[in-house]
């Protein structure tokens, strides 16, 4: 109760979030994730290629590689005024790159359409991410980050049934498909170009934001950086491992219902509570929701199942991985654009992008090599205890 007096009038006056450019680069965002959703079976196509497991794991490997490498140093360089034409370019690369999948053969040439595929959404993410973040008030940065992550998150969930829906149509193979999503990148080229002609957004740097107190700056920051690789981590062990275990716990009919409705449960959070994120403890919050994955994740290790009533269990795990990720991600997000200095914020929230592909380049590794020494219940300990000082390392934050 104390402040919501004082608080609650000063709220109604915040910045206006939903603008033309807001909306055009959420709609950027989610066009730009659509080409990567559309490479859900990427690995399969690379083998009937002719590549071999380690060739093909390598291909896919080569994207990731190339975020790692280009992507600090190209977010250090891109400003607001820069980021449209960062992401024009992007999109440019994109749409050249996306045809090439019908005629490249042979396991160098497609490695270096991955590397130039990679490049082509460094720039993409780099610039859309740094002209978001220009959008976003500080006091809105919940909201703003809950819908970032909906844009995000949307293509996963759509298109790879839709894919494997009209792969027939396109003669049973996926290069055809692959070209087609050309389709999807024009409209977004277009889009691009509109939103970088228009004058850069005012910047949104609102002096005395929550947690810049100086001596606290690297802090959070470094902080921050950590936990959302430990979550991303705990996320690509969770996405490449779940099948495995749910096949081992007699689940196989599951699997489905387990992916859908913990994506369904990020979603339906994000959305309904996107404005609450901004009236809670974004620290306690988004600490709840680290605990919560904890807690799944430890679940999913338990020695239950081997039938089908056993395996039930993955229902309400989906739920809780949902609850805890919906809430964790898009508020570390929030966190970061909090505690960063004005200046550092779009590189600052480059780099927790950056952390993605961190995580989802050692998440596998890291979980294989457990799986192959303990099973998978150990892999799934593993991510668990590696988030799990994220709880007190987020209630530890400078308000």
């Given amino acids: 109760m104390e402040g919501g007096t004082t608080t609650r009038p000063a709220a109604d006056p915040l910045p206006r979030l939903w603008r ?6 959420l709609a950027l ?10 490479f859900y079976g990427l690995e399969p196509w690379l083998r009937g290629k002719g590549l071999d497991a380690a060739q093909a794991g390598g291909t896919i490997a080569a994207f990731t590689l190339v975020a790692l490498v280009l992507m600090p140093s190209v977010a250090a360089r891109v400003s607001v005024a820069s980021a449209g034409w960062c992401t024009v370019a992007g999109f440019t690369v994109t749409l050249l790159v996306l045809p090439l999948y ?21 720039l993409t993410l780099v610039g859309i991410t740094t002209r978001f973040v220009a959008l976003v008030p500080p006091q809105r940065a919940g909201e703003a980050y809950s819908l970032f992550s909906v844009a995000d998150l949307l293509p996963f969930a759509l298109l790879p049934p839709l894919l494997e829906l009209t792969l027939p149509s396109f003669g049973g193979d996926a290069a055809n498909q692959y070209a087609a999503m050309a389709l999807l990148q024009a409209p977004a080229l277009l889009l691009a170009v509109v939103l970088a002609r228009r004058v850069a957004p005012p910047s949104s740097d609102v002096a005395g934001a929550p947690g810049a107190k100086a001596g606290w700056r690297g802090g959070p920051v470094l902080a921050l950086l950590l936990i959302n690789t430990a979550a991303f981590i705990a996320h690509a062990v969770l996405f490449s491992m779940a099948k495995g275990r749910a096949l081992e716990m007699g689940g196989e009919a599951l699997v489905g219902l ?11 959070l994000r959305l309904s509570a996107g404005k609450l994120f901004d009236r809670l403890d974004q620290r306690r919050a988004s600490a709840f929701g680290a605990a919560v994955v904890t807690l799944a994740l430890l679940l999913l290790a338990l020695p239950i199942g081997g039938t089908a009533t056993g395996a039930w269990v ?15 991600l898009p508020l570390l997000n929030a966190l970061m654009h909090r505690h960063s200095p004005p200046a550092q914020r779009g590189a600052n929230i480059n780099l927790m992008m950056l952390t993605l592909q961190v995580g989802y380049l050692f998440g596998p590794l890291l979980g294989g090599l457990v799986v192959n020494w303990a099973g998978y219940p150990a892999a799934f300990v593993m991510a668990a205890v590696l988030l799990a000082p994220a709880v007190p390392l987020l209630l530890r934050l400078p308000r």
């Fill in 258 to 268: 387990f992916f859908a409705l913990q994506t369904g449960t990020i979603m339906v």
């Fill in 102 to 122: 019908l005629v490249a053969d042979g396991f160098a040439a497609l490695v270096g359409l991955r590397l130039l595929h990679g490049f082509g959404f460094v």
């Fill in 20 to 25: 033309g450019d807001f909306a055009g680069v």
């Fill in 29 to 38: 965002a989610l066009l730009g994730f659509a080409n990567l959703a559309a």
């Fill in 314 to 328: 993955l229902v309400p795990v989906a739920l809780l991985l949902g609850i805890g990720f919906g809430a964790c």
